[in-house]
């Protein structure tokens, strides 16, 4: 991940984020005029409503007077990935001012070496992809704050009020909504290898990357739900599957463990420690591991490396401030409402199950609309 915790980054070419007139009527009687840019709803694109002149609204703590006119969205999406991309879009095109900042556009995405199953796109790679959505949503007149990684966040002080979130830079943003898309991580197995290979036959997603490994050999380390469910799904496809488990026993639910066993393709190592991943110097050619009962080193040639160790969600920041689970995901409700008033929160850093692109992206659309709602339904306080 690109870290730009104190790094500060002045864009000129993105227009200044300017107060928005926002509706104080009911949703109702603004209905007839969604997607036209109604009432006192300004355009990102209006040249009157985001005069060129007024500051970043990213301040650097150093900026003296940075202009409180200039330091406020409708939607602020903390993320850029594909939940933070759709959000970003949906958000926009209600005619409502949407900033965006992300530590990298694209986010995860862009670690990964080929998309094959996101709908209508037949075949594109992770950075293509990111490249791709952040485009889009330029073009809908959301203003991008790339290298900005948020640290805290600040409810509202009464309904209607603004929502603070503090970056690491020093820099203030403030919202009357804020959707929260921070995504998650793999968590690495922390192996000589790992990172040299990563992409070049070590991979993190059987779903997306499963289908390139047809006919090959593969290991899939972790024992737990999701590795042995990794373990499953790529005995359907490749040509044999070794889990490799640290603990003395497999870790996943029984019905699971059940159905690995009765397939032909599968071996099972447990009280094993990867020591390493070896490759060519281009592409993975094996692992290593030792037995941690008879300290035996062992290795096995193979083509690919699935490491299913968990994902770690980028929410620390948001500890004591928004609910989240024992797994540290955002909690959020159907609509992607999380505890907080104005807050809400879509994609992999969530209790929605299931981390795929496309689902994040719907989660994000999702988000938008809540977002949009929330803001025709809510008077703005004096």
């Not at 993320?79 to 965006?100: L, S, T």
Request: with cysteine; glycine share 12%.
């Amino acid at each position: 991940m690109v870290c730009a915790c104190r790094l500060w980054l002045w864009l000129p070419q993105i227009p200044a984020w300017g107060p928005s007139d926002r509706v104080t009527g009911s949703g109702s009687d603004r209905q007839q005029g969604v997607g036209q840019n109604p009432g006192r709803f300004p355009s990102p694109s209006d040249s009157a409503a985001v005069p060129s002149s007024v500051p970043n609204p990213i301040a650097s703590p150093d900026t003296p007077n940075p202009g409180a006119a200039a330091d406020r969205v409708d939607v602020l999406i903390v993320g850029g990935g594909p939940a933070g991309a759709a959000a970003a879009v949906y958000a926009a095109r209600k005619g409502i001012r949407v900033g965006v900042a992300a530590e990298r556009f694209g986010g995860q995405v862009n670690d990964t070496m080929a998309i094959e199953n996101y709908i209508s796109v037949l075949e594109t790679d992770g950075p293509k992809f990111g490249a791709d959505m952040e485009a889009q949503v330029r073009h809908y007149g959301a203003d991008i704050m790339n290298l900005q990684r948020a640290a805290k966040i600040i409810p509202a002080e009464e309904e209607g009020g603004l929502i603070q979130v503090q970056m690491e830079n020093g820099g203030v943003l403030k919202a009357h909504t804020v959707i929260l898309s921070t995504g998650a991580r793999w968590r690495n197995v922390n192996v000589p290898g790992e990172q040299e290979y990563k992409n070049k036959g070590v991979a993190y997603c059987p779903h997306c990357d499963g289908p390139l490994f047809k006919g090959k050999r593969t290991a899939v380390i972790g024992g737990g739900n999701s590795g042995i469910e990794a373990a499953i799904d790529l005995a359907g496809i490749v040509a044999h599957v070794t889990v490799i488990e640290f603990a003395d026993q497999l870790k996943a639910d029984a019905v699971l463990v059940n159905k690995l066993k009765s397939l032909p393709n599968v071996t099972v190592h447990t009280n094993a420690q990867t020591t390493q991943i070896t490759g060519d110097g281009s592409v993975v050619n094996g692992i290593g591991f030792k037995d941690r009962v008879s300290g035996q080193e062992q290795h096995i040639a193979l083509e690919g490396v699935f490491v299913q160790i968990g994902l770690i969600p980028n929410t620390e920041f948001l500890k004591d401030t928004v609910a989240l689970s024992k797994f540290g995901e955002i909690v959020v409700d159907a609509k992607g409402h999380t505890n907080v008033p104005g807050v809400f929160a879509a994609g992999d850093c969530t209790t929605v199950p299931f981390k795929q692109i496309v689902i994040a992206a719907g989660d994000g659309a999702k988000a938008a609309l809540s977002a949009f709602d929330h803001l025709i339904r809510t008077p703005v306080a004096a």
